[in-house]
C-alpha cells in the first residue's frame, strides 16, 4: 500500500477531541495550571484564561498541561535556574512581551 493511502486511511479514522484536557490527564492540566500561576501570577493566568474564546481555549489548555507540564513539570532542573534558561532563551529571540511577562 503506498504511502498517500496509509495517510489518507489515519486521517478517515482520526478523531479530534473536543478539547485537549479530555486526551491529557486531567490532574496533570490542574497541577500544570497551579505551577502556571506560581510563576506568572494568578491574576495574569486567570485574566488570559477569561479571555480565550472557543478557538483559543483548546491551545491554552494544551500549553498549560504540556509546555508547564513537560517543561516546567520535573525536578531535573531547580525552578530558578529554569527560569534564568527560559527567559535567556526569550531574550535571545527578542521576545519583550514574554520577557516582561516573565520578569514581573
Known amino acids: 500500500m503506498s504511502r498517500n493511502n496509509n495517510s489518507t486511511r489515519y486521517a478517515a479514522n482520526l478523531q479530534i477531541p473536543q478539547t485537549p484536557v479530555s486526551v491529557i490527564a486531567r490532574d ?27 478557538f483559543t481555549r483548546p491551545f491554552q489548555e494544551a500549553m498549560t498541561a504540556w509546555c508547564w507540564g513537560f517543561g516546567w513539570g520535573d525536578d531535573v532542573i ?7 534558561m527560559n527567559i535567556s532563551m526569550i531574550g535571545a529571540l527578542g521576545k519583550m512581551a ?3 511577562t516573565h520578569c514581573r
Not at 38 to 46: D, F, K, S
Open 98 to 100: 514574554e520577557w516582561e
Open 78 to 84: 531547580d525552578a530558578k535556574t529554569r527560569s534564568m
Open 28 to 54: 496533570l492540566f490542574l497541577n500544570r495550571l497551579e505551577q502556571r500561576k506560581a510563576t506568572l501570577g494568578a491574576e495574569y493566568v486567570e485574566k488570559n484564561r477569561a479571555a480565550a474564546d472557543d
